[in-house]
């Protein structure tokens, strides 16, 4: 299985972004999924996760802002990033519960402008 997080870009503060994340290459579903984030010397930084059943989870600075979505029939999952601020500019990641591992995808970055 591999993912591929897509949708990020520039925006200004204020503005609002939607990541996707889709898992391909395999009929199974994947169980949970999160998005991290991260910024250069940084250590990534849990940002969302959603179950397979849609339970949700998402950190405290973003806690209000985003919301965190999936469908399972497309094994995608969905990060809407509203009112963002420049310090939510970063490379962000996902990853997903695939039978006993955790599968990460490549980034997608976002940057913010003030």
């Known amino acids: 299985v591999q993912l591929q997080a897509s949708g990020g870009g520039l925006v200004q503060a204020g503005g609002s972004l939607r990541l996707s994340c889709v898992a391909s290459?395999?009929?199974?579903?994947?169980?949970?999924m999160r998005w991290y984030r991260q910024t250069p010397g940084n250590e990534r930084e849990f940002v969302a996760v959603?179950?397979?059943?849609?339970?949700?989870n998402l950190g405290d600075a973003v806690w209000g802002r985003w919301t965190i979505s999936r469908d399972n029939a497309k094994n995608t999952m969905y990060l809407q990033m509203n009112n963002l601020k420049p310090e939510d500019t970063a490379v962000y990641y996902c990853?997903?519960?695939?039978?006993?591992?955790?599968?990460w995808g490549q980034g997608t970055l976002v940057t913010v402008s003030s």
């Open positions: 959603i179950t397979k059943s849609g339970a949700t």
């Open positions: 990853n997903a519960d695939y039978l006993d591992d955790t599968i």
């Open positions: 290459g395999t009929r199974v579903m994947v169980d949970a």
